[in-house]
């Protein structure tokens, strides 16, 4: 499957990682060498956390933090 993170990054090859029912706000996605990535879903609910009136809106690429696609090499053994 492909997703576009909360950075607008396009990620190819992914597995979907299917969150606890309290985060239907989110998409969170594996690619192939174990990295996690979380994607807002197609319709943000608000939830009971305080966010009740605001609606997520995708970041932009360049505020992406700087280690953002670093690969933890145990991490990444687990996986492949």
Not at 5 to 24: A, F, M, Q, S
Not at 50 to 64: E, I, L, V
Request: aromatic residues 12%.
């Amino acid at each position: 499957m492909d997703f576009t993170d909360v950075y607008g990054i396009k990620h190819e090859n992914c597995t979907l990682i299917t969150p606890t029912e309290e985060y239907r706000r989110i998409i969170i996605f594996m690619d192939s060498v174990g990295r996690r990535f979380v994607a807002i879903s197609p319709n943000p609910e608000p939830t009971k956390y305080g966010s009740a009136k605001s609606h997520w809106k995708q970041g932009k690429p360049n505020d992406a933090p700087k280690e953002y696609f670093h690969i933890d090499k145990k991490a990444a053994n687990q996986y492949g």
